[in-house]
């Protein structure tokens, strides 16, 4: 499910069963914060995320998420 789309930026779900995995890939010359809503969407709910991979911060908004990467960074957490 893709959360996020921009010219330099992507943000994408995968599942499987129970396990969310959460994507995010900025391929800009500088570092950005995503605001990515969650509603309606399988992260509505979600109470935390765990690293996976990558650089960059996910942290809880009012709305959804702020995703911090660096430049041209990734981003893969488990999300429950």
């Known amino acids: 499910q893709i959360l996020y789309c921009s010219y330099d930026s992507i943000v994408y779900t995968r599942t499987a069963g129970e ?3 959460l994507i995010a890939i900025h391929r800009g010359g500088e570092g950005a914060v995503l605001h990515v809503s969650t509603a309606e969407t399988e992260l509505e ?3 935390a995320s765990s690293l996976l991979f990558g650089a960059g911060t996910i942290r ?3 709305q959804g ?3 911090e990467l660096p430049p041209n960074g990734v981003l893969i957490a488990s999300m429950q």
């Open 60 to 62: 809880n908004e009012a």
């Open 45 to 47: 709910h979600h109470a």
């Open 65 to 67: 998420l702020a995703i």
């Open 19 to 21: 396990q969310r995995v």
